[in-house]
């Protein structure tokens, strides 16, 4: 039931921003990094995220965020810091191989050769 109703709430942008600034912290930057990254507000992209996964998780995944947040204070915020850290994570990711690829471009060059890899 709480995992339904995060979905239901977080899939609103204004409800999904308000949920990010109440976890705050680090985690709360991040994903306004992330979302800035992919050129949305903060709610949209928490929203969009949400609604993907209401889309696609199947009993398993949604059984999986239950008990991860079983006997929390807050689990309608825990089951969504949970459900964001994969997306986050993906995005660090990606936003660490674009500042690294113009470097190792540049190694390359430096050794005569943009096919010459160390």
Known sequence: MVIADMIHSCSNAHVA???VFCIGGAFAERVAAAADQKGMEVGGFVAVIVQE?????D???????????????????????????????????????HRVLPVALHDRRICGSLAYAH
């Open 59 to 97: 009993g398993e995944a949604m059984r999986a965020l239950s008990c991860e947040i079983a006997g929390a204070d807050q689990p309608i915020l825990l089951g969504l810091a949970r459900l964001l850290e994969p997306a986050l994570a993906a995005e660090e990711s990606s936003e660490a191989e």
């Open 53 to 57: 996964f209401a889309r696609r998780a």
């Open 17 to 19: 921003k308000a949920a």
